[in-house]
């Protein structure tokens, strides 16, 4: 009997409780029974016959719904039957993604795929900015840099792809967030059973009608066609050659590339095969790419067959979802719809009975919050950079739209509350089989979900703000012009892209205002972001690099660093400028590969190590000395050891000694270990679930980023010092261990996020305080350590903050020169060390009254001016005397300048304008003006009219309606900028005073 037979037997007694409603010999009966059936459901069925042989089908038969509603009502001690227990036993309920996912993965085990988890959604890959394809893990193993660990495997991999990010929604099929179940050769099996095996999962193991599927192979390829229609039994009527663009995949210009085949599941078979479109999507969905990565692109175009050829697949598992739930699109099956009902819930709308807009909007809600939760759990925080600006484009996007929905606050009757994290929790709730982890981050996910939303949430009333400020613009203009009013395309996008306001609220408002917007210009500017977004993100670069024959001849490189900083070498490779050479002389800088090292090269935050490599003098050769100054992991574990050649030849082959400078080592161990003590102590004091978030070790100082909302406070900042310090003072001995990372988890040890480990991982332990994942170079024992301090705490992004130290001889030269600079200053101030406080703060106290008496003084100044200069007024207006005054007033600056317009509109009098303007220094320039409440009440507001005063002087500014100041930097335009303002505001009041 197979054993998950056996499992699934007792999982059944456990659902049904036969004990409770079967007679004891039925029972051991059907014990007996189960050994003897081919499948789990015909056992099942035969089983359950036995109990109510008068409702059940027979064995040969589908157990229907009803039926199993019957069973469930049969006896009141019958518990539910589970999900699985339904899935496997009925062919007419749908397939939950859960099980796709499992069945997947279960099938290519069977034929001796290893199973592999996900990688993050953060790539260790420079030329990508997030995961956006299965392969991407194996590209160092596809490329040749990285021997294979095993010869096939497969995975279901978490993926982010925003370049299609406007097509979410209101396609069926595109989303931010997916899931690739793949499975990969590395030189092992290729087409034939990649297409026999993808055939059999599709048919038998998820049961899809053969007709129904359709097969696309590049048109060259013979092989391929000839597979699937001699050896598979496809039509010829359902297989389409198709050309390079659809069926011909490639990396880049250059690099590996090869044919690619597809499977498309056929909505419609009804439709017939003449004329039919693949790229039919109201017909067809392809839902399974076979890559058969077979050749090596050279830069001239042509083709070379690779040493090593691979097989790279990729099944969508939403799509799949969709064709055996046979639901309408993929946002509607069990991994996505959940969520969206969520949404519905708190929308206050009924997904089935509301218009298609709102359906959309749900939609895209719905698998945005997927992207969100999951980048958020695999450590990327919302910023204006990078990754951090695609998770807070993301959220922003579904924020807005739930305001489209009327989503406002949260279900408690919170108005100013966030629904953001009411989504994540259902989302978290789908996870366990995704990625486990996402629970354990459950708390840091709607934390930050929370603060983001709430913070946007202002800058989208901003927005709010600025668009009624640009409408306001727009229609004054068109006044002034006498033209139809518009606003800017620019304007509108900048409103979607920075503040994040929906270009259909601007629509709309814009129209309610009588203001048409130019969307070709709007267009444009989405249009080239949208291309930038594509370039950037779209494609896994496999490039071929230069010296790439150097480095396939060239073995991984010993380390010897933990044990030694001294050893003997073989120089195995050098590369000049890039290139590979056999001879280097003095003066050149060099890149030296050795088959073993003592230099650590820079990775898990810690910089490389610097030192010598010498040939020593022979007959025939010269003392040759490169000084060492960085060291970098390239593909695979090659060092490549970059310097000055100082003295004499080198050349591949030549044996060197290699010497680490010892100092610079123990710098390096010194903040190395400080990192994570200081990691530890973060822990204790503001959380367990802060977390590392990047880190640099470097002989001069150490710096550790890592996730928390707030700035830390000072009492925070000293207890977390202290911690450390007190941890270094109990001279605790270090353990390294090299463990299965399995066994290294399940002991509690820390993984940095963002590094890859293999099967085999270093463990570092300081007993009782910290235990992490590092292949860094740390003391051996904490009172090496020696002191700690921290010299900055500060924000680096939003949720990340960073903390820079010194330990060790850096802890010792930064104490020092901080008492040099305590002594300097006891002898300026001529007072003790612990007098030095209280005689600045008197420092500051006359430096304060100083500058408040020559303000004081300044504003005087100004007044007096001003009372001059009021003999310049001139009256505008008829029915109506207005004071109108307009006077550059030289170089008052900008406090003495608001004075004096305060006592002219006070000493003129109601009705009374002013416009003041002075260059207070070298390309600046003060502007300021004044209006009493008549002027106001005419609709003449001076924070709208300095404005454009102020743009002519290379600057801008505004205020209330009665007083407002700006500045410039072009003090050359101050006096036509003053007399624009004299005339603008002659013309104002004129009309409105007339």
Not at 84 to 93: A, F, H, N, P, W
Not at 299 to 322: C, F, H, V, W, Y
Not at 921 to 926: A, L, M, N
Not at 935 to 954: D, L, T, Y
Request: glycine share 8%.
């Amino acid at each position: 009997m197979p054993p998950i037979f056996h499992i699934r037997f007792l999982h059944f007694h456990h659902q049904l409780q036969l004990q409770d409603i079967v007679p004891n010999a039925i029972f051991q009966f059907l014990l007996n029974l189960h050994a003897g059936f081919r499948n789990y459901r015909d056992f099942i069925v035969q089983s359950l016959s036995l109990i109510y042989p008068t409702r059940l089908p027979s064995r040969n038969s589908r157990i229907k719904r009803r039926d199993l509603h019957f069973i469930r009502n049969a006896s009141a001690s019958v518990q539910p039957l589970t999900e699985d227990l339904v899935e496997e036993t009925s062919q007419d309920l749908p397939m939950s993604g859960n099980s796709i996912r499992r069945r997947f993965l279960e099938f290519y085990a069977a034929r001796g795929h290893k199973i592999l988890p996900s990688s993050s959604l953060v790539p260790d890959d420079p030329t990508v900015l997030l995961t956006i394809a299965g392969m991407l893990q194996f590209k160092p193993v596809f490329l040749g840099k990285v021997p294979r660990q095993v010869p096939c495997a497969t995975t279901s991999q978490k993926c982010i792809r925003t370049n299609d990010i406007e097509n979410v929604g209101r396609t069926s099929r595109h989303h931010t967030f997916f899931e690739m179940l793949g499975n990969f050769s590395f030189g092992d099996y290729f087409k034939k059973e990649a297409i026999k095996w993808a055939w059999e999962l599709s048919t038998i193991e998820y049961g899809l009608t053969a007709e129904n599927l359709w097969i696309s192979v590049y048109e060259h390829d013979e092989e391929t066609y000839a597979i699937w229609h001699d050896e598979i039994g496809v039509p010829a009527n359902r297989i389409k050659k198709m050309g390079e663009e659809d069926n011909f995949w490639t990396s880049g210009l250059t690099g590996p590339c090869g044919p690619c085949s597809e499977i498309y599941y056929d909505f419609h078979p009804n439709r017939g095969h003449s004329d039919a479109d693949l790229n039919d999507d109201t017909r067809f969905i392809e839902f399974y790419n076979l890559v058969f990565m077979q050749f090596n692109k050279k830069d001239d175009g042509s083709l070379e067959p690779l040493k090593q050829k691979n097989i790279d697949t990729g099944m969508g598992l939403e799509r799949m979802a969709r064709i055996l739930q046979k639901v309408p699109n993929n946002y509607e099956t069990d991994l996505i719809f959940p969520i969206i009902e969520k949404v519905s819930e708190l929308a206050n709308v009924s997904y089935a009975l509301t218009d298609d807009s709102s359906r959309t909007k749900l939609k895209v809600i719905g698998d945005h919050m997927r992207a969100i939760v999951y980048l958020i759990s695999d450590g990327v925080f919302p910023s204006n950079i990078g990754r951090g600006y695609v998770v807070r484009r993301l959220i922003r996007r579904a924020v807005r739209t739930g305001r489209l929905l009327g989503i406002r606050g949260d279900e408690k009757g919170n108005i100013e509350g966030a629904f953001l994290p009411i989504v994540a929790e259902k989302v978290i709730d789908l996870s366990s089989e995704i990625d486990p982890d996402v629970k354990t981050r459950k708390a840091r996910i709607l934390e930050e979900l929370k603060r983001e939303e709430l913070r946007f949430v202002v800058t989208l009333e901003r927005g709010e703000k600025l668009l009624d400020e640009m409408l306001d613009e727009a229609l004054e203009n068109a006044k002034l012009n006498k033209t139809a009013p518009c606003l800017s395309g620019k304007i509108a996008f900048l409103l979607y892209d920075t503040y994040g306001f929906p270009v259909e609220i601007t629509m709309e408002e814009a129209d309610e205002r009588g203001v048409s917007i130019d969307m070709s210009d709007f267009d444009a500017e989405m249009e080239i972001q949208r291309r930038q977004s594509q370039a950037a993100h779209n494609t896994v670069k496999l490039m071929v690099e230069n010296g790439s024959e150097l480095t396939e001849n060239v073995p991984d490189t010993e380390f010897l660093g933990y044990d030694t900083l001294y050893s003997k070498a073989v120089i195995k490779g050098l590369l000049l400028s890039g290139k590979p050479v056999v001879e280097v002389s003095k003066g050149s800088e060099v890149e030296v590969l050795l088959d073993r090292t003592p230099f650590y090269a820079e990775s898990g935050g810690q910089i490389g190590d610097r030192g010598l490599l010498k040939v020593t003098e022979t007959e025939s050769r010269k003392t040759a000395v490169v000084e060492i100054a960085d060291v970098q992991k390239s593909l695979g574990n090659i060092y490549v050891h970059k310097g000055m050649i100082k003295e004499g030849t080198i050349t591949v082959g030549r044996e060197v000694e290699a010497a680490v400078d010892a100092k610079l080592r123990q710098r390096a161990k010194v903040h190395h270990t400080a990192t994570h003590l200081l990691q530890a102590a973060l822990k204790k004091v503001i959380g367990e679930e802060t977390s590392q978030a990047g880190s640099l070790v470097a002989f001069e100082r150490l710096r550790f980023d890592f996730n928390f909302h707030r700035q830390l406070v000072d009492h925070e900042l000293t207890k977390i010092e202290g911690l450390v310090n007190e941890w270094i003072g109990e001279a605790t001995p270090l353990e390294t261990e090299v463990m299965p990372i399995a066994d290294a988890k399940n002991a509690g040890a820390i993984a940095m996020f963002g590094e890859k480990y293999g099967e085999e991982v270093r463990v570092v332990n300081v007993p009782g305080v910290s235990m992490e994942l590092c292949g860094g170079t740390h003391v051996s024992n904490t009172s090496e350590i020696r002191g700690f301090k921290i010299i900055s705490e500060q924000g680096i992004a939003s949720g990340i903050r960073r903390i820079e130290a010194v330990a060790g001889d850096a802890f010792i030269e930064y104490v020092s020169d901080r008492d040099n600079y305590m002594k300097q200053l006891c002898s300026t101030l001529k007072v003790k060390a612990e007098e030095v406080p209280s005689r600045v703060a008197a420092v500051m106290e006359e430096l304060r009254m100083a500058k408040n008496e020559v303000s004081a003084a300044r504003a005087k100044t100004a007044v007096y001016k001003a009372s001059v200069i009021a003999n310049n007024v001139f009256h505008v207006g008829t029915s109506t005397q207005i004071r109108v005054l307009v006077e550059f007033m030289d170089d008052t600056d900008a406090d003495s300048l608001k004075s004096a317009a305060e006592y002219l509109v006070d000493a003129l009098g109601d009705p009374s304008a002013i416009i003041l303007g002075s260059s207070p220094g070298e390309e600046k320039v003060s502007l300021v003006a004044a209006f009493s409440p008549s002027v106001v009440s005419m609709g003449i507001q001076a924070g709208k009219f300095i404005g454009p005063i102020a743009k002519m002087c290379g600057g801008g500014g505004g205020g209330r309606a009665n007083f407002a100041q700006a500045g410039g930097r072009k003090p050359e335009n101050l006096s036509s900028a003053l007399e624009k303002a004299r005339t603008d505001l002659v013309s104002a009041l004129s009309e409105k005073a007339s």
